[in-house]
Every structure is written in structure tokens, then in C-alpha cells.
């Protein structure tokens, strides 16, 4: 039996040489030898960057100080000795994983798994679960063959914290700063792992496991962590200094910094419980520090413009235009928008693009906009300027655009009688914003009116049947008024027309209507041809009517009233008569022309003596009431 254990392990210790031979021919070393089977060491590599504040680390009292000349055999490592970085242990195609699910392809190294949930490859041993290897000392362990051909089945996997679920907010604000110019370019610390163990161990006497770490890079290697299980066969007495149980079951040391040239060990006591091969695999995981620094600048956009506030409809003005940066970073892809406002034109169109390019800092560009003010009021105008990252600044700039503006208005009579003059004030006012240049005011007059002066200097032409009046400038918000002083000579509905213009287009127009209506002026005069009379005598009574005015009188009617005294004979006229009693009546004549007469007599017989009072009564149609006259007559009797 003896011999057949001597047998096998040397058999295993064969295989384990050159095992660790094809390792080192893999990561570029050389076979290491003279080396106890029992001892491996590894060299490990990782450029993970914690915190540059993260200075803690635990207190190890068998890490040696890093002046101190290093205390175990592990050998320094070769200066060419490649470290793939997608391998930052060096343990590339040394300890496959199985994977997690069918579609998940197995980790190319320990540190790709999450460390919640370790994957565990198949072991041969079928040793109970890892809790009860660490914490149970008095049960039995099961008993096991030892397999010289098995592959180390006990690496811990190793990711980041919080496994690959967690994702980096993206909105989160920054907090970290730059770290120590040492930190920068490229930080490659490196690490080497020697795991010893005595070459013999025996059931039932205490042996330790001891696993050393050395920094042999040039810049510190952070957040070290040892992982280590205990060997299956085993049972762990304790732990120096004092592990951690993982989720797992394996034992966890934190080692914190280790700084170039140092090193630190950790150490298990185990009871072996069973004979046969005894070991685990050690797993080293540790951070580099790096930092890099750049300066941030913040570029700007200032965007000015000048104009002038107040511009004449018709005209051009230039808007002057400045942007600027004033930042200190280069303010990229500027361009210029300019949308023009109702009351503005540009022959372009009403939206305008202008490609700035890039501004340095502290660098401006000068332009000028051209544009036309064809709509008369306030407006704004805006312009902005944008850039690359969100540059975005606007201008806004208030002008006005004033005109003049031209009313005309004429006050004087509607309605006016024949031959009887009419004055009309005549005016232009200027309701704009600017002055109105080279006004003129003309008046055309119908044919019914006929001229007869004007004041102010205004002229009349008998060719066109008008009067002018000329005015170099009107301001704004002001009133010019002239005189026109007309004869109506034509009845009839007729209209003045009043017209006023200016510079810059300016047209305004009035009509004044005039009604011209004629007047009848009805004058009637009365005599008597003998007087006085004796009784028994007559006399006649003449009446003459006259039309003074400019209107024909219509319906004209009369009527003689003869007092008691006296009785009447006969009457004549230009109407019929009717004689009832004392009283003679005309029927109406129906018109009596403008600047006409007509006569009416009547004679009468004298009956007794008196002074007598004969009245004519006369109307018409263009009169609103009758007009009364007396004659008077004396009679007397002869004795």
C-alpha cells in the first residue's frame, strides 16, 4: 500500500511539473526548476482604476515592509515576461469555467464572472459544500481518491461589484478629480502569487498554507484581494490574518495598497482529515491607479447688433451686426439666422442663413444686413447665432418705421341758394410719424360753383375749373387749412373734389356735395289811380307782383278785401277771379318766373263817404305764410 502511494505521488508530482511548465511556455516565461511541486507562483496583472482617494488598507502583520528585502523564495520576474491584459492574472486557458447558461460563453479568465455568483466547474473530489469545509471541524469528511490527471476545480471567479446588471447612470453629476501627476500615462503595476505548502503533510498534525504576494511593478497596486478554499481532505483550524467567508465558501483576505516592491502573505491552519493529494488554487485580484487631465473650456457666443431706431418708409438701412466669443474655448459651426419681420425687406427672402465657421476665443466677425422699411410701425427684429454644443444666443433689436401720412377734409355749407356765395374751409393734416414733403392741395370746382377767390396763395386754373395750393414740408401730426370762397350759379346737386398728395406716393382724396337750390322773393306793390273820390265815383286798385329771387314762385294766389264803403265793379289779372260780396279772389297762378311781374286790377264804386282801408292778401307755395297790404282811400260827399 505504501509503495503504491509513493507510486502515485510521484506520478502526480510529474504531471504537476509539467503542468506548471506548459503554463509559464504560455505566458512567455521560462519552466521554473528546482521548485518544490507543492509551490507555484503567478504573475498578475490588472489596470482597473479605483479611486484615487482610496488610501485604507487592512493591517496584514506577515506583509513585509516594502524597504525590507523579501523573506519568501518567490522569484523576481523575468523583464520580458509578457502579461496579456485581457489575462490579468495569467491564468489564460488554465482554469476554463463552465458557463452560466447555454447561451453564455465560458469566461476567458476569473475575473469576467460576477463575485455574488461564483460558477463553479465540476469537482471530481465531490466535496461537501465549502461552509461546512470552513466551519466544521468535527465532522467526519467523506473520504476521496486522489486523481493526478484533475484540473484544479476550485477557482473563485472574479468581477467588478454588483455583477454585470449595474449600469452607470448617465445623468449622474461627476465627482471625481484629477489625481496625482505620478498617475499618469500608462499604469502597469504588476503582481506575483506564490502559494506555499509543505511537501508531506500528515492525518492529524496541523500543517499551514501560505500564499504570498509581491508587488513587483513600478506604480502600487490597489485593493488587493487573496481568495483561496480550504483543500478538500482538510478541515481549516484558522486563518492569519483572520479571512473573510465569501459567498461562496471560500476564505477572502483584503490587502489593501501594496506599494512597488511590496509584499504581503496570508496564512490557513489545517487539520488533514484524509489521505491523498491536498491544495487549492489561489486567486489574486487587484486595481491600478491611472489619471489623466484635460482642460475644459467653455466657448461662448455674444451676438450685438446697432441700428438706427428710427428709419423712413422707402429707405434702406444696415443693420451692423458683431458676434463674438468670449469664451476660452474655440466656439465651432457658428452660423447666423435672421428671420426679417413684417415692416422689413431683403431681395433674398424673408429667411436668411449665414455660415460664420469657427470663433477662437476672444476672436469677433463684423457683417452688415441691408434692408428695406416698406411698411410704416414698430417692429423687432431677431437674430440669432448658434453653435456646436448647444451655443445658441438671440438678439432682438426694435426699430420703427415712420411715413407721413395725408388726410384731407373740407367744411363748409351743403346746401346753398342761387346767387348766394359759400365759403369752404379747405385742410391737409399729416396723421403720420415723419414729414410729409411737397404737399399740394388741389380743389376742383363743378360747373355750379363759380370761383371767387382764395387765400394762402392759391391760384385758380380756368382750364380744369381748380385752385392750388403748394407747401414744402408738413410735419408730422400737423394741419394745414385755406380758404375758398365759391358763387353758386347753377341749381343742382353738385360736389367739390379736394385731393391732396406728397412725396413718396402720398395720395389723399375728399368730395364735398353741394345741393344749390334757387329762392322765390315774391315783392307785390299796390296803388290806387284816383284818390281821393267823391261817393258815386270809383277808382282802381292796381297790384303788381314781382319774382326777385332765383326760383320761380309757384301757386300764387290773391285776394282783395273792399270795406263796406266800398262795392266792386270788376277785376282783371293774369288768373281768373271770383267776386263774393266786398271780397274779389284770384285763383293760383301756377308759376311766376325768377325776375318776373304780373298785374292785377280791381275797380270799385264808392258808396259812402270815409277814409277807407282797402287789403290785398297774398301766398304762394314758396311762402309759409300770406303777406298783408293795405291801400287807403278817402271818400268824401259833395254838398
Given at each position: 500500500m505504501k509503495s503504491l502511494l509513493v507510486r502515485v505521488g510521484a506520478l502526480g508530482?510529474?504531471?504537476?511539473?509539467?503542468?506548471?511548465?506548459?503554463?509559464?511556455?504560455?505566458?512567455?516565461?521560462?519552466?521554473?526548476?528546482?521548485?518544490?511541486?507543492?509551490?507555484?507562483t503567478a504573475v498578475a496583472s490588472d489596470y482597473r482604476s479605483p479611486s484615487p482617494s482610496s488610501k485604507q488598507r487592512n493591517v496584514n502583520?506577515?506583509?513585509?515592509?516594502?524597504?525590507?528585502?523579501?523573506?519568501?523564495?518567490?522569484?523576481?520576474?523575468?523583464?520580458?515576461?509578457?502579461?496579456?491584459?485581457?489575462?490579468?492574472?495569467?491564468?489564460?486557458?488554465?482554469?476554463?469555467?463552465?458557463?452560466?447558461?447555454?447561451?453564455?460563453?465560458?469566461?476567458?479568465?476569473p475575473n469576467l464572472v460576477p463575485i455574488e455568483a461564483p460558477v463553479?466547474?465540476?469537482?471530481?473530489?465531490?466535496?461537501?459544500?465549502?461552509?461546512?469545509?470552513?466551519?466544521s471541524a468535527e465532522r467526519e469528511p467523506a473520504p476521496f481518491q486522489a486523481d493526478p490527471y484533475a484540473m484544479p476545480a476550485n477557482i473563485t471567479p472574479m468581477s467588478p461589484p454588483g455583477g454585470f446588471a449595474e449600469r452607470a447612470p448617465t445623468d449622474a453629476e461627476g465627482t471625481g478629480r484629477p489625481g496625482n501627476p505620478q498617475l499618469e500615462g500608462i499604469q502597469s503595476p504588476q503582481l506575483t502569487v506564490h502559494k506555499v505548502a509543505p511537501k508531506e503533510i500528515q492525518v492529524g498534525k496541523p500543517a499551514a498554507f501560505r500564499v504570498v504576494v509581491r508587488n513587483i511593478g513600478q506604480v502600487p497596486a490597489c485593493d488587493v484581494e487573496v481568495r483561496d478554499q480550504v483543500p478538500q481532505g482538510t478541515r481549516l483550524l484558522k486563518t492569519e490574518p483572520q479571512a473573510k467567508a465569501g459567498v461562496g465558501g471560500e476564505l477572502t483576505w483584503t490587502l489593501g495598497t501594496l506599494q512597488?516592491?511590496?509584499?504581503?502573505?496570508?496564512?490557513?491552519?489545517?487539520?488533514?482529515?484524509?489521505?491523498?493529494?491536498?491544495?487549492s488554487v489561489a486567486a489574486v485580484r487587484f486595481g491600478a491607479e491611472a489619471t489623466a487631465r484635460s482642460i475644459a473650456t467653455r466657448p461662448q457666443l455674444v451676438l450685438e447688433t446697432a441700428a438706427p431706431e428710427k428709419v423712413l418708409i422707402g429707405d434702406q438701412l444696415t443693420l451692423s451686426i458683431v458676434v463674438s466669443n468670449p469664451g476660452t474655448g474655440v466656439a465651432s459651426g457658428v452660423v447666423l439666422e435672421e428671420r426679417i419681420?413684417?415692416?422689413?425687406?431683403?431681395?433674398?427672402?424673408?429667411?436668411?442663413?449665414?455660415?460664420?465657421?469657427?470663433?477662437?476665443?476672444?476672436?469677433?466677425?463684423?457683417?452688415?444686413?441691408?434692408?428695406?422699411?416698406?411698411?410704416?410701425?414698430?417692429?423687432?427684429?431677431?437674430?440669432?447665432?448658434?453653435?456646436?454644443?448647444?451655443?445658441?444666443?438671440?438678439?432682438?433689436?426694435?426699430?420703427?418705421?415712420?411715413?407721413?401720412?395725408?388726410?384731407?377734409?373740407?367744411?363748409?355749407?351743403?346746401?346753398?341758394?342761387?346767387?348766394?356765395?359759400?365759403?369752404?374751409?379747405?385742410?391737409?393734416?399729416?396723421?403720420?410719424?415723419?414729414?410729409?414733403?411737397?404737399v399740394e392741395l388741389v380743389a376742383s370746382l363743378p360747373a355750379g360753383l363759380k370761383f371767387v377767390s382764395a387765400n394762402n396763395a392759391g391760384y385758380y386754373e380756368e382750364a380744369t375749373r381748380s385752385v392750388h395750393w403748394?407747401?414744402?414740408?408738413?410735419?408730422?401730426?400737423?394741419?394745414?387749412?385755406?380758404e375758398l370762397v365759391t358763387l353758386p350759379v347753377e341749381a343742382g346737386e353738385h360736389a367739390i373734389r379736394l385731393r391732396g398728395t406728397a412725396e413718396k406716393g402720398l395720395v389723399a382724396e375728399k368730395e364735398q356735395p353741394v345741393l344749390v337750390e334757387g329762392i322765390?322773393?315774391?315783392?307785390?306793390?299796390?296803388?290806387?289811380?284816383?284818390?281821393?273820390?267823391?261817393?258815386?265815383?270809383?277808382?282802381?286798385?292796381?297790384?303788381?307782383?314781382?319774382?326777385?329771387?332765383?326760383?320761380?314762385?309757384?301757386?300764387?294766389?290773391l285776394a282783395v278785401l273792399l270795406p263796406p264803403e266800398l262795392q266792386p265793379v270788376s277785376a282783371e289779372g293774369p288768373a281768373r277771379h271770383a267776386v263774393e260780396g266786398n271780397h274779389v279772389f284770384f285763383e293760383g297762378l301756377a308759376q311766376l318766373a325768377p325776375k318776373a311781374e304780373t298785374v292785377y286790377r280791381v275797380r270799385a264804386k264808392a258808396l259812402r263817404p270815409g277814409d277807407l282801408r282797402v287789403n290785398m292778401q297774398l301766398k304762394s307755395d314758396d311762402m309759409q305764410s300770406p303777406v298783408t297790404k293795405q291801400e287807403s282811400t278817402r271818400v268824401y260827399a259833395e254838398e
Open positions: 508530482g510529474l504531471f504537476l511539473l509539467g503542468w506548471i511548465a506548459i503554463a509559464q511556455a504560455q505566458r512567455g516565461g521560462e519552466p521554473v526548476e528546482g521548485r518544490s511541486t507543492a509551490d507555484s502583520p506577515l506583509r513585509a515592509p516594502a524597504s525590507a528585502p523579501p523573506s519568501s523564495d518567490i522569484p523576481d520576474a523575468e523583464p520580458d515576461l509578457g502579461r496579456p491584459t485581457a489575462d490579468p492574472f495569467g491564468l489564460h486557458n488554465q482554469y476554463p469555467v463552465k458557463p452560466t447558461s447555454a447561451e453564455e460563453p465560458a469566461s476567458a479568465g463553479r466547474p465540476e469537482n471530481r473530489y465531490s466535496a461537501p459544500p465549502p461552509a461546512e469545509a470552513a466551519v512597488p516592491g511590496e509584499e504581503a502573505a496570508v496564512e490557513m491552519q489545517l487539520m488533514p482529515t484524509t489521505e491523498g493529494e491536498i491544495g419681420p413684417a415692416g422689413l425687406h431683403h431681395p433674398a427672402g424673408n429667411e436668411l442663413e449665414y455660415t460664420v465657421g469657427d470663433l477662437k476665443p476672444g476672436e469677433s466677425r463684423k457683417l452688415e444686413l441691408p434692408l428695406v422699411a416698406d411698411r410704416a410701425g414698430r417692429i423687432v427684429n431677431l437674430l440669432t447665432a448658434r453653435g456646436d454644443g448647444d451655443l445658441r444666443v438671440e438678439n432682438k433689436r426694435g426699430l420703427e418705421v415712420i411715413a407721413p401720412q395725408l388726410d384731407v377734409a373740407v367744411a363748409g355749407p351743403k346746401r346753398r341758394y342761387l346767387e348766394r356765395q359759400a365759403t369752404y374751409q379747405l385742410s391737409v393734416a399729416n396723421s403720420g410719424t415723419a414729414p410729409a414733403e411737397q403748394r407747401l414744402e414740408k408738413l410735419p408730422a401730426q400737423e394741419v394745414g387749412s385755406v322765390a322773393a315774391i315783392l307785390f306793390q299796390v296803388a290806387d289811380r284816383v284818390d281821393p273820390i267823391g261817393v258815386g265815383g270809383e277808382t282802381a286798385y292796381e297790384i303788381r307782383v314781382m319774382n326777385q329771387g332765383s326760383k320761380a314762385a309757384a301757386n300764387v294766389q
